[in-house]
């Protein structure tokens, strides 16, 4: 997955990383050994580990040979052979051994959008809040992250700086590369050179910045969603990409310097599928699930197709990317005097009446030819001919590299007719992509005259009435890892949002563009995922108490309902829907789960008690009891997966907490579902007479299904409260 929007460059980066390995004196390559639990009574010790190595490893140990220890779980980082990683993963207390790999990370109206304003009722508690975020580092300087009126760090607050001046706003900031190996452009420190982390962290926790916007666009206040609360950066994410040693490592001083939530919007590179301990993220995140942290997550940026999601652990909230009712609109005039309107984040204002029009077929450098250039990839157009004019370009190229080299004055980019005119790029030219039906008629144009021209124009607001429906590029479910367990789980804005940016980062990303801003309007499921931190965290300061479940729960339980007319995946696109910050403070019920429930999940995944007890380091057993189906784990979402026409009859438990009003009365009401499925709740009344009492039922469905995916919701309802759960039944 991604840390996404610049991701697409950072994607780039990611294989050119992943085409040479880095770093390797001898055939030793870095692996991450993750043992679990440290056993009880035992402090960490770095001996502990040394010894741990040698035990493995024939050779004299060498000085660089355990390269970082873990604290706030077991296990460590070294350096090893094929071999000696072989037989380490053979030790008794040996979870995993991971190799090292790297992963990539993936405004003003968004909080509007959600309803959510900028005065809503704050407690106290929220200024005692601490925001994780583990990604690039931060811009130390940008006015988001200023600290007039904050007073001194929380009591409880372990944190330090490395190489950087935090004040009461920024108040941890560390940076990790186990490694050693920088890139030139890296800067040693928690300062963000690339301005995605410092985008994340303000979305998240930013100060309001009044009058926030990138060269006019976008212009208003720039806020975080919970404004008074702190920051802590832990910068993983450097020129080369973000590897897992040091993810974990980010959230390893998370867990110990006492943050409230970890926001996290860095995923795989790619979509790959793998056991939950065999997974950096989903262990960091379990580890800071036992200790109370709540891990919100980029869902990936490798959508539109189903089976794209990567981060698939219960116990992280996995975010997708939704669009808001802002776009950015751009005009393209011919030289006939005719008008399209495209989308973009352009700018630029043309500086010439207009420009000289050529199809990037007919500019193929040396090496292309038409057929290649028509899509005016990197370096495929020939400056000579491109120099100065607008290029017309086959297919949507998200590089924002793309024709900036080749000296060319503009791109227009023909999106293909299957896919939606949805995600405004920034480039580092004047740009602009149109329907496929409006590329036809610039097209004949272009053909029908010796001297054809256009103009691009800067970009400027309109509005999407059809908002809020998933971005194309978020990544999708089934769970590949538990078919029966919904993910993603929610879904924030992700798509154009202006947030806090480096300035000496260039906002296309483009080494050479010399346009600097303190603010950058970006996409991805990155930008989404500190929505959700932010909403998470704003749950917390009126909750201080409420486990990672519990808050997970009432911001699915509350989630706005999302279009499975306009988004066909439905729930694999948009989890439980659009969060609602303000309701999800009141979710009236909540789907709680502790390490226990969690156990019992694993045990049903297929992990047994020796397994189990490596991760836990108490007596965990999995027994007939407790070893349940996996879709028995208490969350407020119901997935079940089946062969088509096949007949099911399988009964989810759940448990709810009454956390709404002390004597309340909840009834069920399932809503449309086809007659082929028997859907039952029993009881489907459930009379609360305290807070925190917890009652249990059960969800029935019998039946069969002929289409792919059929989805419906399970909604408990008080009068006062409703706490909906989506309900899917699908066909792998
Ligand atoms: C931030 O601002 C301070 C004071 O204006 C300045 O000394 C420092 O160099 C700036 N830091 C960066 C990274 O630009
Ligand atoms: C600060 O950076 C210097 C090199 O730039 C490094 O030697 C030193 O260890 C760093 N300090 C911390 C606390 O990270
Ligand atoms: C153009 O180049 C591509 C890739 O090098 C090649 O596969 C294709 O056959 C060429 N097309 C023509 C018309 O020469
Ligand atoms: C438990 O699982 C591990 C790893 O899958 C396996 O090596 C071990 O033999 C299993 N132990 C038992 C008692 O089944
Ligand atoms: C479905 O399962 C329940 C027990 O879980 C059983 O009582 C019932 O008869 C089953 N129905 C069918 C049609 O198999």
Known sequence: MNALGLSRLLQILTCILLLTPSFSK????????????????????????????????????????????????????????????????????????????????????????????ENVQRTNVESNTIVGVIDSGIWPNSSSFTDEGFGPPPQKWKGTCHNFTCNNKIIGAKYFRLDGVFAQEDIISPTDTSGHGSHCASTAAGNPVRNANLFGLGLGTARGGVPLARIAVYKVCWTNGCEATDILAGFDAAIMDGVDIISLSVGYAGVIHVEYFQDDFAIGAFHAMKRGILTSQAAGNWGSNPYTMSNLAPWIISVAASTIDRKFLTNLQLGNGRIFQGISVNTFSPTQKSYPLIYGGDAPAAGFNSSTSRFCRENSLDGALVKGKIVLCDGYTPSPYVGFASGAAGLIFIFPSTAPLVVAEVYALPAISITASDGNSVFSYLKSTSNPAATIFKSYEGKDSSAPYIAPFSSRGPNMVTPNILKPDIAAPGVEILAAWSPISPISGVKGDKRESNFNIIYGTSMACPHVTGAAAYVKSFHPNWSPAAIKSALMTTATPMNPTVDLDAEFAYGAGQINPLKAANPGLVYDAGENDYISFLCGQGYNSSSLQLITEDKSTCTSANKGSVFDLNLPSFALSTPRSSHNNVTFSRTVTNVGSATSKYRATITAHPSSLKVEVVPNVLAFSSLGQKLSFTLKIEGSINADLVSFSLIWDDGTFKARSPVVVYVP
């Open 26 to 117: 001898d055939d030793r390559k870095i692996y991450i050994v993750y043992m679990g639990e440290y056993p009880k009574g035992v402090e960490f010790t770095e001996s502990l580990h040394t010894s741990v190595v040698q035990s493995a490893i024939s050779r004299k140990l060498a000085p660089d040979t355990l390269v970082h220890s873990y604290k706030s779980f077991n296990g460590f980082v070294a350096r090893l052979t094929k071999e000696e990683s072989e037989r380490m993963k053979e030790m008794d207390d040996v979870v995993s051994v991971i190799p090292n790999r790297v992963h990539s990370v993936q405004t003003s109206r968004s909080w509007d959008f959600l309803g959510f304003p």
